[in-house]
């Protein structure tokens, strides 16, 4: 491959791995599939495979699962019912390596084929990694945790920015059956203590548009709270030398004495791979469970067909790994289709404004994949920082995680993709465990809505419900958004709480997956995404319950209560706007207002901080007792001349109340 002879070879101290890369023998595997290059589908086009997988989805996903994946055993059934209730299980009987399917394959065949370029925060250094130096490191990082104990089953926290060795890790954790959990590295210590954890991996410090992040700083104060981490796994990313404890081991030393070859764990299809924490309405983030074969499948599946990737692209997904984007499209639907894969470290303003682009053109990346907030932010700035760069090996954008408004879609194609490119808005979440509704650019490019999810994916069947929990059929109409049949690469369960998943997934709408968001059919039969109808909230593509965010401020002593919704945010399509009542009207207010973003950010994370407090003498309450933050809404946005019913209000009065308090904040911000 070209791309593999003109790779930049920097030293491998750069990996945060001061590793020597021999050749690395290949663990002799018993297989029974044909697998290798992306993940294909049987002989027909979209029409076919929709009409197919639709009808028969058992039989298509396992034809597909059978040439797609390498087994060491073969399943017996494809798709069975969860006993429990829930979601379906899929591939019983079979068993496989998911690292094995990402690395081991790939190997055999083409062993220098570039598997990751690391776009590392500082411009113009990106590391490039083969699927043998990945491999290698993988296997490494596998036996350094053998050798520590940790064992099948086990749970390990990646507590890493994006690296090759933080998705070595990932795999390490895949290659030996242990369950990764991998926190985004711009989560607190108290967030990251509240995942149930054996052990963390992470760096003595991240660096991210130019600053450093205490990474290692951070986890010694979540193991003071969390009795159960037995061991930290400290790699180094910058030269700094941090604090190390007794239960703290460095990584990188451990690993040159490791052996490279580690014989990989055979699981079972159900198996869990991972769980990933995020947030529902109610309650603390749960951890949202996903299996080995069906995701695998999935995300391999999905990532061909949505963004027609083909062998020998650059396939560039600028999300972290800290969330379900990273792990479907940086790591698990590329590496399993044998894809050259970006891992971007930095953000899309360093150094300046073009650096996506400018990267772009240094990696001939094919495809990019990215955030509407981004993009709206990056439009600022204007279109010179974009067209200074060659884009002409672009073929397919793609947009994730919260509706793109038409101003940004225009831009990111026009702009970005000359017109030339087809972009396609993906819709899906952490627990589809890849994308369910997007066009497919291989064949309908001319069709293409803007701003608009269009299409079920294969074997995906959308319904929308009524308030009585009816199919609404037609075109032309709304309703709560709900998938009717299962899919390989949904998520199995709640860690711990099956209960809680069946409750909050399947029992509005009995024997149908409920998404949480709304939807539009158009007149042509597309479904254009609406947006959550529960009280969670996207700031900057990031899932917030906006009751997480009142549960860490409802310790301050002078704050009784506090109610927080969602509002518009230009760039970050929504921001927190916080509503709190004061023990008593202090001169201190100000100061209150500070204490209680500082407890937001180090219970959860900076970006959950809301952008507006106001102080009102009550909240908007129901004769039962519930804060009625619709009302609140109306306010924020202006809409007081349409409150709607307000009838069930305890005193209807505290309508005025919060007006003038709203005006009063407005006047003196120039909100
Ligand atoms: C929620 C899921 C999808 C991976 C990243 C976010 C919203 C996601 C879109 C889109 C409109 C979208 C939904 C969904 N969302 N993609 N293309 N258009 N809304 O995953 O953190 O699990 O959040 O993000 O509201 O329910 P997540």
Redesign the pocket.
């Known amino acids: 491959m070209a791309l593999a002879a003109a790779r930049a070879r920097l030293p491998l101290r750069a990996l945060g791995c001061p590793l020597p890369h021999g050749l690395v023998p290949v663990a002799a595997r018993r297989c029974c599939g044909e697998a290798g290059g992306p993940a294909a589908l049987p002989p027909g086009g979209y029409g076919v495979w929709q009409e197919r997988a639709a009808r028969d989805p058992a039989g298509f996903w396992a034809e597909v699962a059978r040439g797609a994946l390498r087994w060491d055993s073969p399943f017996h059934t494809a798709c069975q019912a969860c006993p429990a209730g829930g979601a379906a299980r899929w591939f019983l009987g079979g068993r496989l390596n998911v690292s094995v399917n990402c690395l081991d394959q790939h190997v055999e065949k083409s062993p220098d084929r570039v598997a990751l370029i690391w776009e590392r925060d500082e411009p113009g250094t990106a590391v490039h990694v083969t699927y043998r130096e990945l491999l290698d490191l993988t296997c490494r990082l596998a036996n350094t945790l053998k050798k520590y104990g940790i064992q099948k089953g086990d749970k390990v926290a990646i507590y890493m920015s994006v690296s090759p060795l933080s998705v070595a890790a990932m795999l390490a954790c895949a290659r030996i059956g242990a369950v990764h959990t991998v926190v985004f590295a711009g989560f607190s210590a108290e967030s990251l203590a509240g995942r149930i954890i054996d052990s963390v991996i992470t760096y003595n410090q991240a660096v991210r548009g130019g600053r450093i992040i205490e990474l290692k700083r951070t986890v010694d104060e979540a193991v003071k709270n969390c009795p159960s981490i037995k061991h930290v796994f400290v790699a180094q990313r910058t030269d700094n030398k941090v604090w190390m404890g007794d239960r703290d081991i460095p990584l990188e030393e451990e690993m040159a004495k490791a052996a490279s070859v580690c014989a990989p764990e055979s699981m079972d299809s159900e198996d869990m791979l991972f769980m990933l924490y995020?947030s529902g309405s109610t309650g603390k983030p749960k951890g949202i469970v996903h299996t080995q074969a069906g995701y695998l499948l999935y995300s391999a599946v999905t990532h061909k067909y949505v963004f027609d990737y083909q062998q020998g692209d650059v396939f560039g997904c600028v999300a972290d790994i800290g969330?379900?984007?990273g792990h479907s499209y940086v790591v698990y639907g590329p590496l399993c289709n044998g894809a050259t894969s970006v891992l971007f470290e930095s953000t899309p303003v360093y150094p300046d404004p073009g650096r996506y682009w400018e990267m772009v053109q240094r990696l001939k990346i094919n495809q990019f994949y990215g955030a509407p907030t981004a993009i709206r932010l990056l439009l600022n700035y204007g279109e010179e920082w974009v067209k200074k760069y060659d884009r002409s090996s672009l073929k397919t954008l793609g947009?994730?995680?919260?509706?793109?408004n038409n101003e940004a879609w225009q831009w990111f194609y026009h702009v970005v993709g000359e017109g030339r490119c087809t972009l396609v808005?993906?819709?899906?979440?952490?627990?589809t465990g890849g994308i369910c509704i997007a066009p497919r650019p291989s064949e309908e490019k001319a069709e293409i809505v803007p701003a608009m999810?269009m299409r079920p994916f294969f074997g995906i069947v959308p319904v929308l419900m009524d308030d009585n929990g009816k199919v609404i059929e037609g075109v032309d109409v709304s309703g709560a958004l709900c998938i009717a049949q299962p899919w390989p690469g949904m998520a199995r369960t709640i860690f711990g709480d099956h209960q809680r998943f069946v409750d909050a997934y399947f029992k509005a709408y009995p024997g149908y997956y409920f998404?949480?968001?709304g939807a539009y059919r158009t007149k042509k039969g597309y479904y254009q995404?609406t947006?959550?109808m529960d009280d969670v909230i996207?700031i900057s593509?990031?899932?917030l319950g906006t009751a997480e965010i009142e549960d860490a401020m409802a310790d301050h002593p002078e704050v009784p209560e506090t109610a927080v919704i969602g509002y518009p945010h230009k760039i970050k399509g929504e921001g927190a706007f916080a509503f709190i009542v004061l023990k008593e009207q202090t001169a201190h207010t100000d100061h209150v207002k500070e204490e209680l973003k500082t407890m937001v950010a180090s219970k959860i994370a900076k970006y959950a901080v809301p952008d507006h407090i106001v102080v009102v003498k009550r909240l908007p309450k129901t004769r039962s007792g519930k804060i009625m933050r619709r009302l609140l809404r109306k306010v924020v946005t202006e809409q007081s001349n349409n409150m709607g019913d307000v009838t069930t209000l305890d005193d209807p009065s505290v309508v005025k109340e919060i007006l003038d308090a709203y005006q009063k904040y407005k006047e003196k911000t120039s909100l």
Do not use: C, K, L
Request: proline share 4%.
């Open positions: 995020t969330w379900i984007t947009s994730v995680g919260e509706p793109i808005d993906t819709w899906w979440q952490t627990e999810a998404t949480g968001d995404i947006g959550r996207n593509g990031h899932r």
